[in-house]
């Protein structure tokens, strides 16, 4: 569960703005403050406030659209913007960033960011095991959609056979031994020799991939502890030796962080879990509405009761409850049709309809955005890397 507290007299703790600022400002004063200075504090105070408006309206949604692939999509957006305004920061101060201590520090976020593309590549997976449900859903339309026909035991039959599948298909991946956990795909390529030795060359199971699409001993609740672990607000006196650069990178790493996890949470991926320890700390502005958003998406697992499911996405929701409802009718069907129950049938089909035409206008263009999280994570890695005097790279 995250700590909305933070330890130690060092950290800040007045609420972020121009208050964590005056930490520099008080070791300056008696020096003159030139314009590159202020230039600088103006563009990092800017960098806060707009990661702060944008999960601000993020945070105000409805409980209707709150985990909708709308939602998620918004959410993708944000995290490219505020992806790409880093890396302009990261540009903008070249020469702080490959120095002590804030070159430890930018390092360390491009270590969570390689970690990060797992996680894309795991949520290009889910979605493309939610178009196999997808298919089974649109034969059940198909098969159900009366039109000017009357519905007759060959359409039930098929009907039934078809949420049989869709049954099969979103069992837990861990029982079903789905061929999406061990596909050779990835939205990027990569020189592994390269690629091995930038993240470590570590041998342990759920940290070794990051490069093709994760394998079946992939955890996606280990791989998001292992890039939150370490992530701490910085103390007073780094913000003072970085100038004030090291709250940014703190910043994009929560976000970042926050991020994959809500993909963890909506999307199917193979050993989900919700409980990740990290922390949104109230000093600075945006994390009150991350905060806000951590416990809004929680309650939610709550209400639904379900363990081990496939993903809080608002829309696979909707289809475990119509697949059921589904199941049900077609299971106590009896012909010829009772008026009662063909008006049953053409409500969950009409509901079925709305789900299947949320998937055709937001799957592709979902994926799409995963796809552009992952190539803007490697683009501002590959150059941050020549920042910090290094090498290698992910080409």
Not at 109 to 124: G, H, M, P, Q, Y
């Amino acid at each position: 569960m995250p700590s909305t507290d933070n330890q130690g007299s060092s950290s800040p703790s007045a609420p972020f703005g121009r208050s964590i600022w005056s930490l520099r400002r008080e070791q300056v004063n008696s020096i003159d403050v030139n314009h590159e200075s202020s230039a600088l504090e103006s563009e990092l105070e800017l960098f806060q406030k707009q990661v702060t408006d944008r999960f601000h309206g993020l945070s105000a949604v409805s409980a209707d659209e709150l985990l909708s692939i709308v939602w998620i999509r918004k959410l993708l957006d944000v995290f490219v913007s505020c992806q790409e305004e880093f890396r302009v920061i990261l540009l903008n101060n070249k020469a702080s960033v490959s120095k002590p201590p804030l070159d430890r520090s930018v390092a360390e976020f491009f270590e969570r960011s390689v970690k990060a593309l797992d996680i894309c590549n795991a949520t290009r997976d889910g979605i493309e095991k939610i178009r196999l449900w997808q298919k089974h859903l649109e034969i059940i339309l198909c098969s159900l959609e009366s039109g000017q026909r009357a519905l007759g035991e060959g359409q039930f039959r098929r009907a039934r056979k078809a949420l049989m599948d869709l049954a099969l298909t979103m069992l837990d991946e861990k029982d079903s031994g789905s061929v999406f956990s061990h596909r050779n795909r990835s939205f990027g390529r990569y020189n592994t020799k390269h690629h091995h030795q930038s993240s470590g060359g570590s041998s342990g199971g759920h940290s070794r991939s990051h490069s093709w699409s994760v394998s079946r001993t992939w955890s996606a609740a280990k791989q998001l502890q292992s890039i939150a672990n370490n992530l701490i607000p910085p103390r007073g006196n780094e913000i003072v030796a970085t100038s004030g650069l090291v709250v940014p990178v703190f910043t994009i790493s929560s976000v970042l962080m926050f991020v994959l996890w809500v993909l963890v949470a909506a999307i199917p991926c193979q050993d989900r879990s919700l409980n990740i320890h990290f922390s949104f700390p109230r000093q600075f502005s945006w994390g009150t509405s991350l905060h806000l958003l951590y416990e809004r998406i929680i309650e939610e697992s709550k209400k639904r009761e379900r363990r081990n499911s496939n993903g809080l996405l608002k829309e696979i929701y909707q289809v475990e409850r119509c697949a059921r409802h589904m199941t049900d009718l077609v299971e106590a069907v009896q012909f010829p049709l009772a008026e009662e129950q063909k008006m049953e049938v053409e409500q969950e089909v009409q509901q079925l309809s709305l789900i299947c035409e949320a998937f055709k206008n937001g799957l592709d263009p979902l994926e799409r955005q995963v796809r552009e999280v992952f190539h803007r994570i490697m683009k501002c890695r590959n150059e941050g890397l020549e920042f910090l005097g290094k090498t290698n790279s992910l080409e």
